[in-house]
């Protein structure tokens, strides 16, 4: 092929992309993929039998919750929130086996060994660096998170970078443990912050400590902010109402964004209706100034992201996903970011029956929001029915024709040239 049909091939698959986003309106949701029960992409299907028969493999245990995108391909979370037994991987990519849909351990079977404080033990949330392609995933360490189903504190938690464009992992990092609890921590979230055009901090919401936990990639050093009046459940907050049944999720800090300038972290507790605002420069600098409540959501949340523009955020008890508009409150309240009020929430996407328990978000270059729906609900008060034809996980993304804080970060951040 010549250099001219290669070039107008190229144009014609950049015009029929740019064809499909032009089609798409602000709110147009798709549902991707869906699960009664999970399935992985086996070594083959004697092994999978042998998973099952000896207990390693139980479809009654295993639900999705962290989801990150990159490059149309899809990363979940399987935590070992429940169960010592029964869940083999944490971490996968979805892919295509045939005609069907399976989740292939990543970036292998090794990398997922219990007991092995080289693998990953309980991944609950990761981040991807669009700018480099790299993923950045939580571990608490722990094998199950609660003495009651015989939870195992295993390894320290720790920060695992992987290059998704060689599927190796390229960095760890130990977290100490007299910042972040080996026998205790419920590390659930994960933001990165940009300083000087590369990625410098992640901040990560511990449910259990009540903390934020702040990890220098530079120095090698965490510490944490901990502030119990904006990171505990609040007491009108820990009754959550889904299809007029009523559930106590009295769970504390857990949901952050971080703002596309890198200038604040927003957080909240689940069992909370508080939205609260922190200067990044109080966590870089271990203080404890400046955090301050923004306004109260319309309903308690878990995850929540920021794009470019807003912050969406899961509406449990409506079932739906709603956003603050924040530079339209900026410009109707003649504030800066620093004093704004969260007033215009807008709902996004609504479902009873399909969106129960918006869990975690996601935002691509292709102008995405991802999201999980997966009745954890259901889950921890074991009611959800592995058997029958109820579908119990579903993953969305909805077209918002934003991309996420992290889109550009390198050039946001970037150094001026010292002139002299």
Known sequence: MNHRAVLLTCFLCLALTQ???????????????????????????AVKEEFINNGSFAVDKNVVSGIKVYKNEVYLSIPRWLSTTGIPVSLVKVVKVGSEVKLRPYPDWAS???????????VQSMEIDPNSGRMYVIDAGRNG?????GAQNLCPAKIVVYDLHTDQRVASYDLPDDVVKRDNNFL???????????????YITDVNAQSIHVFDFGTKRAWSL??????????????????????????????????????????SSIGAYSLYQVPTSTLRNGGTDGIRLVGKKGSQSDGMAFSSKRL??????????????????????????????LNTQTQLVKDDLKMQWPDTFAIDEEGYLWFTADRLQLLFTNTMNFTGPEINMRIYKVFINETSYLHEAESKTASLPVVG
């Open 112 to 122: 997922q060994t219990v007991g092995d404080c080289q693998a990953l033990q309980y």
């Open 145 to 149: 998170l609660f003495a009651a189903f």
């Open 188 to 202: 659930n979230d994960i933001v990165l912050d940009y300083v000087d055009g590369q990625v410098k901090y992640a």
């Open 19 to 45: 064809n499909e986003v032009d089609s798409q309106k602000f709110g147009d949701v798709q549902a991707v993929y869906e699960w009664t029960t999970l399935d992985l992409d086996w070594p083959s299907e």
């Open 312 to 341: 969406y955020y899961g509406a449990l008890s409506k079932n739906a996903v709603y956003y603050w508009d924040i530079e339209k409150d900026m410009r109707d309240q003649n504030k800066d970011i620093s004093h704004v009020t």
């Open 226 to 267: 901990k502030d119990e009046a904006s990171m505990k459940a609040e007491p009108d907050g820990g009754l959550i109402v889904i299809n007029e049944k009523n559930y106590t999720f009295a769970l504390d800090v857990d949901g952050i964004a971080m703002s596309s300038n890198f200038d604040y972290v927003y957080y």
